[in-house]
Nanobody, 120 residues
Framework: QVQLEESGGGLAQAGGSLRLSCVAS????????MGWYRQAPGKERELVAAISSAGRTTAADSVKGRFTISRDGRRNTIYLQMNDLQPEDTAVYYC??????????????WGQGTQVIVSA
C-alpha cells in the first residue's frame, strides 16, 4: 500500500495562503488519481480537490478560484496551493489515493492529516 505523508499545514490569517504537500512512497504516475480531503470539527469529511495521472483536476465549488491542486511526478508529490484562505477552511487536510472516472473516489491510502487553522 502506498504511504502518504502530508506537510505544510499551520496557522494563517484570513486572506492568506498556505501550500500543502503530499509525498507518496511510490511514483505517482502509477497511481490513477490523488486527492485532498478535509474534515472540520463536527463536520463530515469532504473532497477538496483531486488530480488524475493525466493531469485532469476537479475541485469543490467552495474552493474553486482559491485552491489549486498540482503534481510533480519526479518528486512523487502533489500540492494544494490555498489562497485567500477563510476561517471556514479550518480543518484537518488529508491526502488520498484513488481513481477518477468523472468523479474522484478514494480507494486506497490516506495520510495522517495536516492541520490548517485560519483566523479571522
Amino acid at each position: 500500500q502506498v504511504q502518504l505523508e502530508e506537510s505544510g499545514g499551520g496557522l494563517a490569517q484570513a486572506g492568506g495562503s498556505l501550500r500543502l504537500s503530499c509525498v507518496a512512497s511510490q511514483t505517482t504516475f502509477v497511481i490513477n488519481a490523488m486527492g485532498w480531503y478535509r474534515q472540520a470539527p463536527g463536520k463530515e469529511r469532504e473532497l477538496v480537490a483531486a488530480i488524475s495521472s493525466a493531469g485532469r483536476t476537479t475541485a469543490a465549488d467552495s474552493v474553486k478560484g482559491r485552491f489549486t491542486i498540482s503534481r510533480d511526478g519526479r518528486r512523487n508529490t502533489i500540492y494544494l496551493q490555498m489562497n485567500d484562505l477563510q476561517p471556514e477552511d479550518t480543518a484537518v487536510y488529508y491526502c488520498t489515493t484513488g481513481i477518477m472516472h468523472g468523479q474522484y473516489r478514494p480507494t486506497g491510502s490516506w495520510g495522517q492529516g495536516t492541520q490548517v487553522i485560519v483566523s479571522a
